[in-house]
Each structure stands twice: as C-alpha cells, then as structure tokens.
C-alpha cells in the first residue's frame, strides 16, 4: 500500500509538472489565442459605434495590455523577494519578467497606432491611456540602462530591485486610466458597474485575456530556465579561463 500511494503521488507530482511547464503553458496559450481571435471575428458583434469593425483589435489589443501589467507586477514581487532575501532566482525573474512586460507594453503600442489610424485616421494621438503606457516603456528600458552601467552582479541586482519598485508606480497608474480619465480608444472593460459588454464581447474578451496570461506564464518559465542556463555557461567559462 505504501509503495501505491508513492507512486501515486510520483504520477500525480509528474503530471502538474508537465502541466506547469513551458510547452504546455504555451500550447494551452496558443489554443485559447485560437479560440479567442475565432470568437472576435466570428461571434462577437461589430461594435455598433463610429469604431466598426476596427473595434476587434480590442479582443487583442486589452489583453496585451494587461499582460503587461501582470508583467511588470510579477517583476516587482521578484524585486521585493530579491531585497528580502537576495536568490540568483529572484533576480531572474526580474529580468525576464520585465523583458517580457516590455515587449507586451511594445505590442501594446503597436495595435494602439494601428487602432488609432483606423478609428481616429492618425498613426499616434497623445491620448491619455496611450501615453501612460509610452512612460511605462521608458521607464522599464532604464532598467536594463541601470543594469547595463553596473558591473558586480549582486551591487547590479539589488540597484535593478530598487529600480524595479519605484517603476511599479507607474503601472497602477496605467491601470486605473481606463477608469478615471476621458473616454477615448480604450473604454473600461470591468467597472463596479458591471462589464458594459454583451455577451458574446466577454466572452471573447476573457478566452483572450486567459490566452494571454497562459503565453506570459510560459514565456517566463522558458526565459528564466534560459537565464539560469547561460548563468552557468558563463560561469563555466570563468571558471575554464581561470
């Protein structure tokens, strides 16, 4: 019997390991992805304001941006971590996690303009919610300037740490724009008011926004074993130059 239930808990233990790794997060992304563009273009209704059909970038576009944000987020509880009690681990999870929060906000920008084109007839309109994610960008590319001036890696990680913190404020900000401030590409998807979407529009918004945070989370697990595995090249390196 004691040999059955340490097989059972082998099996058990092998199988959330499988579900939790980098493949299968991403195949389990790419699938709802699928289903979500499926469900944009062919089951949620053409937004019935001046916007039309350009409306369904929405679908992608809002996932994208609060992945990001999840991004930045799982950055500053590494940066928390690290300052806590400073791990190798948690300094690479800072790093991918804001490489990753970066190319989201990126993205972000990039479906913005094109929205913005289609819905407004101009590349970039300095509209409020758009800009807040531009200072997002600079914000988060001075992470890896800071980095990049600091040579002794525990002195670099502990300065990127600090850096990473005092960036997250911003990133609430970013958020709650959606909420607070005038009303231009960007409505506001869950209010205390409810969604102000039909069905279907959630419906095919929140497939999206599963499908993005399954790609970030298998993004991070395959960036920070990435990370880890050219820690010990270098290290093997110095080690074979000594």
Known sequence: MGYLRLRHRGVKGVSVRRLSSAP????????????????????????ASAMGFSQKIFY??????????????????AA?????????????????????GLLFSLLVML?????GKAAWGVWWAWEPRLTTFLVVCL???????????????????TFAAVFAIVAFVDVPITF??????????????ITTGGTGMEGSM??????SMAGMTLLLAGLI????????LRERVADLKARLER
């Not at 992945?67 to 799982?74: M, P, R, S």
């Not at 697990?221 to 880890?228: F, Y």
């Open 111 to 115: 479906t913005g303009m094109i929205w």
């Open 176 to 189: 709650f724009a959606t909420r607070f401030l005038p009303e231009g590409l960007h409505p506001a998807v």
């Open 60 to 77: 992608y576009h809002a996932p994208i941006a609060e992945t990001a944000l999840v991004a930045f987020g799982v950055a500053f509880v």
């Open 202 to 207: 959630f419906l095919s918004f929140m497939v």
């Open 24 to 47: 299968a997060l991403l195949a389990l992304a790419g699938g709802f992805l699928a289903a979500g563009l499926l469900l944009a273009f062919w089951y949620a209704p053409v937004d």
């Open 80 to 100: 928390v971590a690290y300052l806590r009690a400073p791990a190798a681990r948690w300094d690479r999870l800072g790093v991918v996690s804001v490489r990753l």
């Open 139 to 157: 914000l988060y590319a001075g992470y890896f300037v800071l980095r990049s001036l600091v040579d002794e890696e525990q002195r670099r990680a």
């Open 221 to 228: 697990r395959h960036e920070t074993r990435l990370e880890e």
